[in-house]
């Protein structure tokens, strides 16, 4: 069977420099039905990147490869797949900002997620049927939201905010879930609260999840695989285990980690000129 995601020779250049402005090199990977993987590297390595050719939010280079999702081509030598607006009705996409309409209800940014099932005339009228409201209302109560149904989407948290983006992949009924940096902006216990909610659509639906991370922590504690990308090549593809100190240090560039596994440059600290004292920190 066709692996569930499919990336071969993709390459991604942003400037005219084809040697230095590369944020792709040629990068080939395949992501099984049922996996949950987290793809891991340095800020600027490519991440992002990699996850919006999945989705055919961005194409790759002419001369690059072929990306396959859900058995459909996404792109083909930077040209998006004709019908690729039927293969992202299939892939749920949540952004690290929730990308939720601030002035509506959590219902209504909810029920959006079905658009792509309804006749246009009814998703513009906002006409949705008791059975879209009663599935949009499941999916908030399995992410804990469904008493704020009701409330504007800006009055909540952000980690509120994310549960309910999760909400609307849900009744969208996305079979692949590719979630960028979806913790990247939350407090821990909210971090913890979505990558359980993510981890239990992985375990119980069997939804593929391919997570962008910062924290090394979470990929391990969530993810049994993880891709590590390092200016735009895939440096390391196995258990996210197998992620040893030693490997940390060749993929970020520091040994140091803060509390939440996220990697921390160490600062230099500045030597005191000849004949001047550093001013002691107040
Ligand atoms: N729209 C764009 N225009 C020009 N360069 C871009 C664009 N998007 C990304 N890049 C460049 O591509 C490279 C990879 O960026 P990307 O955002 O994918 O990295 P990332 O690993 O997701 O980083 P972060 O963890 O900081 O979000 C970077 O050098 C970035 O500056």
């Given at each position: 069977m066709e692996p569930e995601i499919q990336i071969q020779g993709l390459s991604k250049t942003f400037g005219k420099n084809k040697a230095n402005d590369?944020?792709?090199?040629?990068i080939s990977l395949s992501i099984e039905s049922g996996e949950m993987v987290a793809l891991i590297g340095p800020s600027g390595s490519g991440k992002s990147t990699l996850l919006r050719h999945l989705a055919g939010l961005s194409c790759g280079d002419a001369d690059s490869g072929e990306v396959r999702v859900l058995g459909q081509p996404v792109q083909c030598k930077g040209r998006l797949s004709a019908d690729v607006r039927k293969t992202r009705a299939r892939i749920g996409y949540i952004f690290q900002q929730f990308n939720l309409v601030g002035r509506m209800k959590v219902m209504t940014n909810v029920l959006a997620g079905a658009l792509g099932r309804v006749p246009g005339w009814r998703g513009c009228l906002g006409l949705f049927t008791a059975e879209e409201k009663a599935l949009a209302l499941k999916c908030l109560n399995r992410v804990g939201m469904d008493a704020k149904a009701?409330?504007?989407?800006?009055?909540?948290?952000g980690g509120q905010q994310q549960r309910v983006a999760i909400a609307r992949t849900l009744t969208q009924k996305a079979e692949v879930i590719l979630a960028d940096e979806?913790?990247?902006?939350?407090d821990p216990e909210s971090a913890r609260r979505v990558m359980e909610i993510l981890a239990d659509i992985n375990n119980q639906d069997g939804r593929t999840v391919v997570v962008t991370l910062h924290q090394v922590d979470y990929a391990r504690e969530f993810c049994r695989r993880a891709v590590a990308l390092k200016a735009g090549e895939i440096v390391y593809d196995g258990?996210?285990?197998?992620?040893?100190p030693a490997l940390l240090a060749s993929i970020y560039g520091t040994t140091s980690f803060d509390v939440d596994g996220e990697p921390v440059k160490k600062r230099k600290i500045p030597k005191a000129a000849k004949g001047f004292a550093l001013a002691p920190a107040s």
């Open positions: 590369k944020a792709l090199k040629n009701n409330q504007r989407a800006s009055c909540l948290s979806p913790i990247a902006s939350l258990p996210s285990e197998n992620l040893t």
